[in-house]
């Protein structure tokens, strides 16, 4: 498990990194990540999103009255850009209600993320030695003060269904639901415990992936 673990310290490093400046914060939110022990997952998300750069101007006193339509019709655009967005609704000031469907396969190395990999709030890691991370960004405690003077709670509930082998989890609650195991995180505020989930993927009989590239010649 020491390549585990050093990705576990990457991910913790990036989440240190997390900055007001630079990504989509999610409030008033429930979200689910259905994961199966083969790698297969399906991710839901419905909720708010804020565009962090915009709600820093507003605190600011830098958000022109003359180009605030301009700059939320550009956030919107970039929100587009996903197409796992079945829904996108500005709230104004940078607020958007979306509802966010993904599914997909992990591939034996292979980082997927809600919303992509360059403005994620959540990432998929899967390892070649058979581990799958998952992982949210965290915020800093002077971000945590920024947020909560703008009368932001960052409030939600996100849930991992899986039947695959978990090594390692910093869920709220975990309960049972037939052959799965339901990982609940309860988020009460921008400094809750972010989620965090390592599992150990199973070989898929009938689904068998391509040679790692630690096997290939």
Not at 60 to 89: S, T, Y
Not at 93 to 118: H, S
Not at 175 to 204: A, C, E
């Amino acid at each position: 498990m020491a390549v585990t673990a050093e990705w576990t310290k990457r991910l913790a490093v990036l989440a240190a990194l997390f900055l007001l400046s630079s990504c989509y914060i999610p409030d008033k939110f429930r979200a689910e990540l259905r994961l199966s022990r083969y790698g297969d997952f399906a991710i839901s998300y419905k909720g708010d999103l804020l565009w962090a750069p915009i709600l820093d101007d507003y605190r600011k006193g830098k958000v022109d009255p003359k180009d605030e339509a301009e700059r939320i019709e550009n956030i919107r655009k970039d929100l587009v850009r996903d197409i796992a967005f079945r829904k996108i609704e500005s709230r104004g000031r940078g607020r958007f209600a979306v509802e966010y469907e993904r599914a997909g396969r992990l591939g034996n190395v292979q980082l997927t993320a809600l919303i992509r990999r360059d403005a994620r709030m959540l990432a998929l890691r899967s390892l070649e030695n058979g581990a799958v991370i998952v992982a949210a960004n965290g915020i800093k405690p002077s971000d945590a003060q920024i947020l909560a003077e703008l009368g932001l709670t960052m409030e939600g509930e996100f849930r991992i269904t899986t039947d695959a082998n978990v090594v390692e989890n910093n869920a709220t609650e975990v309960r049972q639901f037939g052959t799965n195991r339901v990982y609940v995180w309860k988020i009460d505020n921008p400094l809750s415990p972010m989620p965090h989930l390592v599992m150990l993927r199973d070989p898929d009989p009938l689904r068998p992936l391509p040679p790692r590239p630690s096997e290939q010649k």
